[in-house]
């Protein structure tokens, strides 16, 4: 016994939401391939769970709040040759997301770091991964006001769960020591624990100057580049370019 609408109550009342919507298309596929009791099951199960997955993709790319769309599939590796495509695509089966390994991105302006930290995060996000960008500079003033209301650890929790965090433009502008303790702490944890995509103008023999030399420079390089995968690219500003170019 049981209607159409009844059995569509009982999955929805389960919380199988996804079969309880696409019920009527479900049975018409099985019907017209004249599946088996077995395969219908499995049917089922498979649409429930393909939507939910679907579901939390969509939420964590949301939640990593990319500043912009930028694909790797439209990175040009004619115009940038510091860094080779084969590089790039090794980094895709995301070892070093499960390794808790970074990845640091050094160069001039305009030479791509942030468009392959955005590529290289969407794509995590697409295998399932979460990824959250941030600003340097909007990072650093966040944990100094968590610090300042005395709820830094709170915030260090809640930033370290996801997968990886971009820290875009590290070390363009000099940082207070307030700043440099705080963010200092967030190194500490993410360090073996969750994975940093790093990119900065600064090579590591000027981050000294850009910490002032205090005694968080050195952990805090240390613990960035331990574990992790550096590329110094180069040449020149695809941005400059396509202004020569019009
Ligand atoms: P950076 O972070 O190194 O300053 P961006 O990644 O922001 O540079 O790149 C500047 C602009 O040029 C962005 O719009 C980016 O998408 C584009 N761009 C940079 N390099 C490339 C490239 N090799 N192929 C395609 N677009 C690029
Ligand atoms: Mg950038």
Same mark, same amino acid.
């Given at each position: 016994?049981?209607?159409?609408?009844?059995?569509? !109550?009982?999955?929805?009342?389960? =919380?199988?939401?996804?079969?309880?919507?696409?019920?009527?298309?479900?049975?018409?596929?099985?019907?017209?391939?004249?599946?088996?009791?077995?395969?219908?099951?499995?049917?089922?199960?498979?649409?429930?769970?393909?939507?939910?997955?679907? @579901?939390?993709?969509?939420?964590?790319? @949301?939640?990593? @709040?990319?500043?912009?769309?930028?694909?790797?599939?439209?990175?040009?590796? =004619?115009?940038?040759?510091?860094?080779?495509?084969?590089?790039?695509?090794?980094?895709?089966?995301?070892?070093?997301?499960?390794?808790?390994?970074?990845?640091?991105?050094?160069?001039?302006?305009?030479?791509?770091?942030?468009?392959?930290?955005?590529?290289? !995060?969407?794509?995590?996000?697409?295998?399932?991964?979460?990824? =959250?960008?941030?600003?340097?500079?909007?990072?650093?003033?966040?944990?100094?006001?968590?610090?300042?209301?005395?709820?830094?650890?709170?915030?260090?929790?809640?930033?370290?769960?996801?997968?990886?965090?971009?820290?875009?433009?590290?070390?363009?502008?000099?940082?207070?020591?307030?700043? =440099?303790?705080?963010?200092?702490?967030?190194?500490?944890?993410?360090?073996?624990?969750?994975?940093?995509?790093?990119?900065?103008?600064?090579?590591?023999?000027?981050?000294?100057?850009?910490?002032?030399?205090?005694?968080?420079?050195?952990?805090?390089?240390?613990?960035?580049?331990?574990?992790?995968?550096?590329?110094?690219? !180069? !040449?020149?500003?695809?941005?400059?370019?396509?202004?020569?170019?019009?």
């Amino acid at each position: 016994m049981g209607t159409l609408e009844l059995t569509t !109550g009982r999955y929805r009342s389960l =919380r199988l939401g996804a079969i309880a919507d696409d019920l009527t298309d479900l049975l018409r596929q099985a019907e017209a391939n004249e599946v088996s009791y077995l395969m219908f099951a499995d049917m089922l199960a498979e649409h429930e769970r393909a939507s939910r997955e679907a @579901r939390r993709i969509e939420l964590n790319r @949301r939640q990593a @709040r990319f500043p912009a769309d930028k694909r790797l599939e439209a990175f040009d590796y =004619r115009h940038q040759t510091t860094i080779t495509k084969r590089q790039v695509k090794a980094l895709l089966d995301f070892a070093f997301l499960d390794n808790r390994e970074n990845l640091v991105f050094i160069g001039p302006p305009g030479v791509g770091k942030t468009h392959l930290a955005i590529g290289i !995060g969407q794509h995590a996000v697409e295998a399932g991964y979460k990824v =959250r960008f941030k600003n340097a500079l909007d990072l650093v003033e966040e944990l100094e006001l968590a610090e300042m209301k005395g709820e830094l650890k709170k915030k260090l929790t809640q930033l370290a769960k996801v997968d990886a965090l971009v820290i875009d433009e590290l070390g363009y502008l000099p940082m207070s020591r307030a700043a =440099r303790y705080a963010l200092f702490q967030l190194i500490n944890r993410f360090y073996e624990y969750r994975s940093l995509i790093v990119t900065t103008n600064k090579d590591f023999t000027q981050w000294g100057e850009f910490f002032h030399d205090d005694n968080v420079a050195v952990p805090i390089i240390d613990r960035i580049i331990h574990h992790s995968h550096l590329y110094m690219l !180069g !040449g020149e500003s695809y941005r400059l370019k396509q202004k020569t170019l019009s």
